[in-house]
């Protein structure tokens, strides 16, 4: 399809837990125009947007994870719900704009930085 989602080639100090949450954002936007025409169930540009990012915020929210400061980890949890989620509702009709979009998302997480280790009470003396 014309309107397929392509991970961007930037510079990896942008690609930030932030930069990486809004591209999924794009992403889950184009995989679900695409779902849509597949379903020839057009839908506005704005409609979409706010119900990509209310839905996104959501998985995020669901799977315990900052959305306002995302992780590495916390992205691949909600991008894993994301496909998962995906799947259930498309069925085999939608595998291949799935399989694409999820393939696109690692692309820039796998270039994000590990988090960082949280302090462990043995390291911290009192």
Not at 102 to 115: C, F, H, I, S, T
Request: net charge neutral.
């Amino acid at each position: 399809m014309t309107g397929t989602y392509r991970a961007p080639d930037v510079p990896k100090e942008r690609v930030t837990g932030e930069f990486v949450r809004d591209e999924l954002l794009r992403c889950f936007e184009s995989a679900n125009k695409e779902f849509l025409t597949v379903l020839n169930q057009p839908v506005a540009d704005e409609a979409l947007k706010g119900q990509v990012k209310q839905f996104v915020e959501g998985v995020f929210q669901n799977c315990g994870v900052s959305y306002t400061n995302p992780t590495k980890t916390g992205i691949l949890t909600a991008i894993s719900q994301c496909k998962t989620n995906a799947e259930k509702m498309m069925g085999p009709q939608g595998a291949d704009i799935i399989r694409h979009h999820y393939d696109e998302m690692m692309k820039l997480v796998n270039r994000l930085p590990a988090d960082k280790p949280l302090a462990s009470p043995d390291m911290i003396r009192l």
